[in-house]
Structure formats: structure tokens, C-alpha cells
């Protein structure tokens, strides 16, 4: 427990040292334009942006306790040129939380009975983890950092479903769906990771029929509220399939590839390389709209795929296996 309360301590400062470099100590070269509370409400109140309620909500929350008369800083008005300080402090205060937050939940997860790791490379782990979600900020947004918060959330609570095959992990897996779901699309992972675990474990079994139903019930139920509710039928294509082609997308894929070979090879066991390759073919939804949007430069895309894969890799395929 002590060894632990060091880690999570080390991984919160880590948090705050890496994101204030990523916010302070550069300028992305990337975002541009929503770094005032107009050029945002331009950007997130229209397109697939709009459905991205929570942490937009989040954001705003933060901006209206922390809002001083503007300063303007030079550095921000290249971005923006109605940029405001305390906006942009917000994103960093957010996203420092989130991270907080995930380091806080990676912990809990290693230390899981179902996770396989030696003690020594916890702190090596999480290190590593950490600063791939801090370097992929380079794409400032509001709801990436939280989004990978709700994922590991619903991992930490499908662990102790299985060890424990209690309903109330179940319910609280409902929850932790359908509010990951008003946060970003990307909740759909949550259950492309639970049918691999599950497939996994019982094979084709109504073990699997009932808990997944009630996921993708809660992501539908949030999905579709959130469309009827702004009345639009959005769809987000954003560049033609040859966009892949260009460099900077071609270093994007390369990262996508080199974060895979990672996962992989930290598996523990042929069947942890299994479980990740199932995972990924579940995906293949999310991995085809980030191909087919141009957006594969957007490293951001892969980390929720990539923080699954880890822990698939991790995880002690003979237990699950044993499990009743």
C-alpha cells in the first residue's frame, strides 16, 4: 500500500511536470483558433464537435472560476488572435486533472490480481504511459485526457467483474459507458475491449450476450439522445483516403505502428498478443474513421488503443481462464 501511495504521488507530479512543459514550455504548432471562449464555441458548438458535451461543459466550468481580465500574450494571439490567458489556462488545469486522474486509476489497475508485472517496472510503465498522453497534446482538446479516464475506469471495473462477477460492476459499467459516450465516440472502445476479455474467457457463451447488450444499450442510448437532441445527422469526413500519403500522416502511421509493436511486445504470453489482436479487429470501426478523416497525424487518435493493448498484455491469461 505504501509502495503504491509513492507511485500515485510520483505519477501526479509527473502529471504536472510533463503537461506544464507541453503547455508553457512550447507553443503547439497545430491548434489554432480556440483559445478564446468565441473561436471555441465557433469550433465545438458545430459539426461532430457538438455531441462532445461533458468536457466541453468541463472546460467551461473551470474558465468561468479561474476568469481574470485578459492580458494579452503574444504567444497565444499567433494561435488565436482573440486568445485569452485564462481560456488557455483551463485546458492545461483540465487535462493536468485528467492525468492525474488516469495515473491514478493506472495504478489501481497494475495492482490488480488479474495483472502480471513485476513490481520494478510499474514506475516504468506508468512513466512511459504519462508521456505518450502528455507528447500527443500537441493537438490541444478539451476531451481526449478525460475520455482515456473513462476507458480505464471501465477496465478497473471489468477486472473486478470478473474476479468477482458481481452485478453491480455491471451497472456501474452501464454508467461509466453512457457518460464516457456524452464525453467522445471513442467510449465505443470500452466495448471492443469487453468482448475481447470475454470472448477470451467464455467463448461464444451468453456469459458474453447479456453484459455486452447492456453496454451497447447505454452507448446507443447516449449516442442517439445526443443527435435527437441537436437534431443533426452529422458525419465527420474530413479528407479523401489518399490524405494518408502525406508526410506528416505517413510519421503519424509510424507511430501508430511503432505504439502497436510496443504493446505487443510486452505481452506476457502468446495469448495476450491474441487478446490484443482481437481488440484491434473489434476497433476496426474507430482505426478506418481515423484513416478515412485524414487525421492519422493526430497521434492522440492510437493512445486509447495503445493504453488497452497494455493492459491486455499485462494481463494473467491462465487466471482469467480459471476464473468461475
Known sequence: MRSSFKIIVYAILLSLLLNYIVYYGFTTNYTGDVFSEEGFKNQYNNSVYKFRILSKYFLYFIYEAIKSPNIPDSRLLILDSHASNSFYNSYFILNTFFTSLVSIILVLILNNPLIKIAKNYKLLLIYSIISAICLTQFVVVPYDVSA?????????????????????????????????????????????????????????????????????????????????????????????????????????????????????????????????????????????????????????????????????????????????
Open 148 to 324: 482515456y479516464f473513462f476507458l480505464l475506469v471501465f477496465i478497473l471495473m471489468s477486472l473486478e467483474y470478473l474476479i468477482k462477477s458481481r452485478i453491480i460492476y455491471l451497472i456501474g459499467m452501464f454508467f461509466i459507458i453512457f457518460i464516457s459516450a456524452l464525453n467522445r465516440e471513442t467510449s465505443a472502445l470500452s466495448i471492443s475491449y469487453l468482448i475481447s476479455i470475454l470472448f477470451f474467457k467464455y467463448g461464444i457463451s451468453k456469459k458474453i450476450f447479456y453484459p455486452v447488450l447492456l453496454m451497447i444499450l447505454a452507448y446507443l442510448i447516449a449516442y442517439i439522445g445526443l443527435r435527437l437532441y441537436f437534431q443533426n445527422n452529422t458525419i465527420f469526413m474530413h479528407i479523401t483516403f489518399l490524405s494518408i500519403l502525406l508526410p506528416k500522416n505517413l510519421i503519424g502511421l509510424l507511430a501508430w505502428i511503432l505504439l502497436f509493436i510496443l504493446s505487443i511486445s510486452l505481452a506476457n504470453h502468446k495469448k495476450n498478443k491474441l487478446l490484443i489482436i482481437y481488440f484491434h479487429i473489434l476497433s476496426i470501426p474507430y482505426i478506418f474513421s481515423c484513416f478515412f478523416t485524414g487525421l492519422i497525424f493526430e497521434m492522440r487518435l492510437y493512445i486509447p488503443l495503445f493504453l488497452t493493448s497494455v493492459i491486455l498484455a499485462l494481463m494473467d491469461t491462465d487466471k482469467i481462464k480459471n476464473l468461475n
